[in-house]
């Protein structure tokens, strides 16, 4: 059984800063691609960075140039280092890993969230 647990999330004031971080466990072979994702009030859950397992990295235009994407493979953790935090960033956050575990191929393990709140 695979899971991934966030942690990080918090009350912020727009310009400062918050560093999330997901820790994946279980029964795992290897890891893929690993990303966060959010998904504020009312709207669809929305990419915010993904990283391969090589280090290939993608943001959504609406990050660049403030948040950053790490992993540690030697710990199966993601992180998301993000500054410059505006209230328009408000939303839960959610890590997303694709994971091969001893039984199975590729799969697509989310974790339960974690709120970041930034107040105007």
């Known amino acids: 059984q695979v899971q991934l647990v966030e942690s990080g999330g918090g009350l912020v004031q727009a310009g400062g800063s918050l560093r999330l971080s997901c820790v994946a466990s279980?029964?795992?072979?290897?890891?893929?691609?690993m990303g966060w994702y959010r998904q504020a009030p009312g709207k669809q859950r929305e990419l915010v960075a993904t990283?391969?397992?090589?280090?290939?990295?993608n943001y959504a235009d609406s990050v660049k140039g403030r948040f950053t994407i790490i992993r540690d493979n030697t710990k199966n953790t993601v992180y998301l280092q993000m500054n410059s935090l505006k209230p328009e960033d408000t939303a839960v956050y959610y890590c997303?890993?694709?994971?091969?575990?001893?039984?199975?191929?590729?799969?697509?393990?989310w974790g339960q969230g974690t709120q970041v709140t930034v107040s105007s």
């Open positions: 279980g029964s795992i072979f290897s890891i893929n691609d």
């Open positions: 990283i391969t397992s090589s280090g290939t990295i």
């Open positions: 997303n890993a694709d994971i091969s575990t001893w039984y199975e191929g590729g799969y697509d393990y």
